[in-house]
């Protein structure tokens, strides 16, 4: 499957934005997504990840109740809907996919998006 994320840019603290993820390839459905994100000279970290079904949804605590995600099979896109953003949430954010459960490790996603920046100022 290849994964193509969109919708990063600049924002002021406070902001929102959604980013997009836009999947093409092999059935979108079947597998779980998830978004990572990394900031300059730190490691990729988990934000969020989603069931092939969207009923299960699992966020990093930190980020619990300011970024949300979702998906919609029909549009093979997955979403990540960030409110409240501060200049600590300022990293590249990749989107990413696999064919098995939820995991917050990056090395069990097989597929990787190219990334999309997103910058907060203060």
């Known amino acids: 499957v290849q994964l193509q994320a969109s919708g990063g840019g600049l924002v002021q603290a406070g902001g929102s934005l959604r980013l997009s993820c836009a999947a093409s390839?092999?059935?979108?459905?079947?597998?779980?997504l998830a978004w990572f994100r990394q900031a300059p000279g730190k490691e990729r970290e988990f934000v969020a990840a989603?069931?092939?079904?969207?009923?299960?949804?699992y966020s990093a605590d930190s980020m619990k109740g300011r970024f949300t995600i979702s998906r919609d099979n029909a549009e093979n896109t997955v979403y990540l809907q960030m409110i409240s953003l501060e200049p600590e949430d300022t990293a590249v954010y990749y989107c990413?996919?696999?064919?098995?459960?939820?995991?917050?490790?990056?090395?069990?996603?097989?597929?990787w998006g190219q990334g999309t920046q997103v910058t907060v100022s203060s």
């Open positions: 390839g092999r059935t979108f459905s079947a597998y779980t």
């Open positions: 990413a996919a696999r064919s098995l459960s939820i995991s917050s490790q990056s090395s069990r996603y097989s597929y």
């Open positions: 989603i069931t092939w079904s969207g009923d299960t949804a």
